[in-house]
């Protein structure tokens, strides 16, 4: 059974300010990781090996954390992760001081190894908050996106040219920031081994039918690629149209206060008007942001577009991850958890890898249209599978109230 901390608030600042060290590695690895890249490749077609190898490792650390999650506990995966940070970042430092491209490319997939677990802290404040409180804990650790969102692209370009060589500074400031997460995840309480107790992980399989389950998994991942591809696309799109560099940099700004602000309100929401208006309410505000770029690609248009592309992901994100949590007995989902990071990921990195080529194709119109369709199509595969779930409610009550009542017994032992 979970157990309460006696002090939970200072737990969520911790996890709070691990959130935040964790995009601000995501925001540097985004913003110079390329630039590295076509310094030190030997050839221009490997110039965004590096950063594709922090995708990749990424993905598949996913799965493997939350494996590692279920069998050893959170916290021993977080220390692991934040080791990962600070051997990446020294290595990453290293290779640029020496002109190495071969090791700045390992340096970057031992940080890949780090994003893997940073997804998990929103799941660590849900295991030891109150069971009516679990969805609003998770929303409220996203607010560490919101100080990398303000500091992260500034510290990275300030400390790019801290070092007498450039980037060296940038990339031990990762290694710093993943001292600062070891510190976080050692002091952290440790969250309770499902094993221990003879409730063992909930395993894929038993899940993989399950409304819920699906619905987290389509609306986390389907989110995601719908707002990499148009994240990456962004930028190219602005330079295309001739902006300047300040439109570009407030597309992103403006699209990663739109991603980490609202959390506490769409949590607040999903409360207030129950999962369904809310899954409405991001996709709505998702594809309003998408349909506006289908017809102008004015500098006002991007910027506008990215805000709400980043509003409606946070709306989508808290509604999955909420959809997530009640798809199993709390402290049982480390498996599913990874595996639905792990997915999301996956798809994400083809949303990145795809703008520019589908940019080059299509244009920035096209682009957008095809992410809105995307996101027209999530929402139509989410409400049919609420439509059959409910129709199988009412053919088979037996087997909906079976399925169900582990998580209903495990709250109620929970709030004893």
């Known amino acids: ?84 940070a600070i051997l990446g970042g020294t290595l990453a430092a290293l290779a640029v001081a020496t002109q190495s491209f071969a090791l700045f490319c390992v340096g970057t997939a031992l940080t890949g190894g ?11 404040a849900s295991e030891y908050a109150p069971p009516a409180k ?37 990339c031990l ?19 309770t081994v499902a094993g221990t107790e003879k409730e063992p992980a909930i395993q894929i399989r038993e899940r993989i039918g399950n409304p819920q389950f699906l619905q987290a998994v389509l609306m986390l991942s389907g989110s995601g690629l719908v707002m990499t591809l148009v994240m990456a696309a962004g930028p190219l799109a602005s330079a295309h149209a001739g902006h300047s560099a300040e439109v570009g940099a407030s597309m992103i700004q403006w699209h990663l206060v739109g991603m980490f602000a609202p959390s506490a309100m769409s949590a607040q929401f999903l409360k207030r008007c129950g999962m369904g208006a809310t899954i409405a309410l991001g996709g709505v505000v998702m594809a309003s942001g998408c349909a506006v770029a289908v017809f102008s690609d ?20 808290v509604a999955g991850s909420a959809m997530l949590l009640r798809s199993y007995p709390q402290g049982r989902g480390a498996k599913l958890q990874g595996f639905t990071d792990g997915i999301t990921a996956a798809l994400s990195a083809g949303g990145s890898f795809a703008a520019a080529g589908i940019l080059n194709g299509v244009g920035w119109g096209g682009v957008s ?48």
């Open 114 to 124: 780090y994003r893997a677990v940073g997804g998990f802290l929103r799941f660590v």
């Open 173 to 191: 400031l990762i290694a710093a920031l993943g001292f600062v997460a070891l510190i976080l995840a050692a002091t952290m309480p440790p969250t």
């Open 369 to 416: 249209l095809i992410a809105f369709i995307t996101t027209m199509s999530v929402l139509a595969a989410l409400g049919w599978i609420a439509f059959r779930a409910r129709g199988s409610q009412v053919g088979g009550p037996a087997t909906r109230v079976a399925d169900a009542a582990p998580d209903a017994s495990r709250t109620e032992v929970t709030a004893r």
């Open 134 to 170: 679990r969805e609003r804990a998770l929303a409220w650790v996203l607010y560490g996106g919101v100080i990398a969102a303000a500091l992260g692209p500034f510290a990275a370009v300030a400390s790019s040219s801290a070092v007498a060589v450039p980037y060296v500074g940038s």
């Open 1 to 84: 059974m979970p157990k309460t901390v006696p002090r939970f608030r200072v737990l969520l600042f911790q996890l709070i300010a691990a959130q935040a060290c964790y995009y601000m590695i995501v925001s540097i690895d985004l913003t110079l990781t390329g630039l590295v890249g076509m310094e030190l490749a030997p050839t221009p077609a490997l110039t965004t090996l590096p950063l594709s190898l922090i995708v990749v490792v990424g993905t598949a650390c996913s799965f493997l954390a939350g494996h590692a999650a279920a069998r050893y506990g959170y916290r021993p995966v977080m220390i692991a992760g934040a080791l990962t």
């Open 298 to 317: 004015a500098g006002w248009a991007l910027v506008l577009t990215l805000a709400l592309v980043g509003v409606g992901w946070n709306v989508l994100f």
